[in-house]
């Protein structure tokens, strides 16, 4: 009979997932983080677009 130690949890996290990548969606498949502001009007958009304007665009 031994007396080993229960072992430790494992972290869920650090499980091996051996799913498909491409059948989830990845961030850059959205718009979201492209510069699109869900708050903004068209007036703030103008703004925005004059404000980043390079230089050599006047």
């Given at each position: 009979?031994?007396?080993?130690?229960?072992p430790?949890p494992?972290?869920?996290?650090?499980?091996?997932?051996?799913?498909?990548?491409?059948?989830?969606?990845s961030?850059?498949?959205t718009d979201?983080?492209w510069?699109?502001?869900?708050?903004?009007?068209?007036a703030a958009d103008?703004?925005r677009?004059?404000?980043?304007?390079?230089p050599h665009?006047?």
């Amino acid at each position: 009979m031994s007396t080993a130690p229960a072992p430790e949890p494992r972290d869920p996290k650090a499980a091996l997932i051996f799913d498909d990548p491409l059948n989830q969606q990845s961030s850059d498949d959205t718009d979201r983080g492209w510069g699109e502001r869900a708050d903004a009007d068209s007036a703030a958009d103008l703004k925005r677009f004059l404000d980043e304007k390079p230089p050599h665009h006047i």
